[in-house]
Nanobody, 121 residues
Framework: QLVESGGGLVQAGGSLRLSCAAS????????MGWFRQTPGKERELVAA????????YYAESVKGRFTISRDNAKNTVYLQMNGLKPEDTAVYYC????????????????WGQGSQVTVSS
């Protein structure tokens, strides 16, 4: 249902853009978000956006650096990551749910396979 792309290795201060292609059913009718997880740490919500897209949610740690957006015509949600830091290193997961509350609570209906993002210092 969700296929991610765009992860990789980048130096600190650099940028990456993650993409998450959704099936038609999970695209424009669902709230979507991005989580990340590193070994030994709890999964962290990074950003989320409603069906229509206004007022996205961001974790404090990424505000001003990351931008979530969606293109419903392409059934795709993006996470533009600028000013990357070594502590942003993680596996990033795309999620989709029937409501924003489910995304924010980590109870999404669908999850992507995960994309590794590694930021070197």
């Amino acid at each position: 249902q969700l296929v991610e792309s765009g992860g990789g290795l980048v130096q600190a201060g650099g940028s990456l853009r993650l993409s998450c292609a959704a099936s038609r059913r999970t695209s424009s009718t669902y709230a979507m978000g991005w989580f990340r997880q590193t070994p030994g740490k709890e999964r962290e919500l990074v950003a989320a956006v409603t069906r229509s897209g206004p007022s996205p949610y961001y974790a404090e740690s990424v505000k001003g650096r990351f931008t979530i957006s969606r293109d419903n015509a392409k059934n795709t949600v993006y996470l533009q990551m600028n000013g990357l830091k070594p502590e942003d290193t993680a596996v990033y997961y795309c999620t989709a749910a029937t409501g924003l509350g489910k995304v924010l609570g980590g109870a999404a209906d669908y999850w992507g396979q995960g994309s590794q993002v590694t930021v070197s210092s």
